[in-house]
């Protein structure tokens, strides 16, 4: 039996997942959750087999929850059911040891022979997606990346410099480079540019 855990904040979507997946005979939907912190605390304490995760969450995105679970080195694989195709969002699925990737619109069939698969080993991305991941690779070094997401949480250059224990000139240096590679006018339009891109 594949003991399974949902996450997915639509209560409706989540509802039809469980009840579809708990339809087949060798599936179980164990336990659910409407946000990244939650599924983690029951990941951890259940440890199921597969966790199905969305990737818009409250708190912790699905790909926050798979990084700490690669991170905390927890036994569970990850399978992503999203509706978002951006490139980077795969990217960075993939460094977390996500096992499978797929699109909210495939059929509930599809999904759970995925997760028979990767129960046994295997791993699986919707042939759609696979190709942007060739398409839009990312620039940005991690350290850019954590810049530009506390910009984009509204943190000044004192305030990031602070948080990341550098200096103001470092974290201004950072900023001027990042914006340079992304083609951008300012640190707003930068951080608009790798939202949309599924960068950060």
């Not at 912190?37 to 798979?66: F, N, R, Y």
């Not at 992503?80 to 699925?93: D, H, K, S």
Request: hydrophobic fraction near 45%; charged fraction near 30%.
């Amino acid at each position: 039996m594949i003991r399974v855990i949902i996450a997915e904040d639509q209560s409706m979507v989540r509802g039809a997942l469980t009840a579809l997946l708990n339809m087949e005979e060798d599936i179980e939907v164990i336990d659910e959750a409407a946000d990244g912190e939650t599924v983690l605390h029951k990941i951890e304490l259940l440890q199921p087999d597969i966790c199905i995760l969305d990737i818009e969450m409250p708190g912790m995105s699905g790909l926050d929850v798979a990084e700490a679970i690669k991170n905390r080195k927890l036994p569970s694989k990850v399978v992503i059911v999203t509706t978002f195709g951006r490139a980077g969002y795969l990217q960075r699925a993939l460094k977390a040891g996500v096992k499978g990737y797929m699109l909210k619109d495939a059929p509930v069939e599809q999904l759970a022979q995925v997760l028979r698969d990767v129960s046994r080993g295997g791993r699986y991305i919707s042939p759609e997606l696979a190709v942007t991941v060739f398409e839009d690779e990312n620039p940005l070094t991690e350290r850019e990346r954590m810049v530009l997401q506390l910009a984009s949480d509204g943190l000044s250059t004192a305030e990031m410099a602070k948080h990341l224990f550098l200096s103001e000139g470092t974290i201004r240096n950072y900023m001027s480079e990042l914006m340079q590679k992304l083609e951008a006018k300012n640190r707003i339009d930068a951080v608009k540019i790798a939202q949309s891109k599924g960068w950060i």
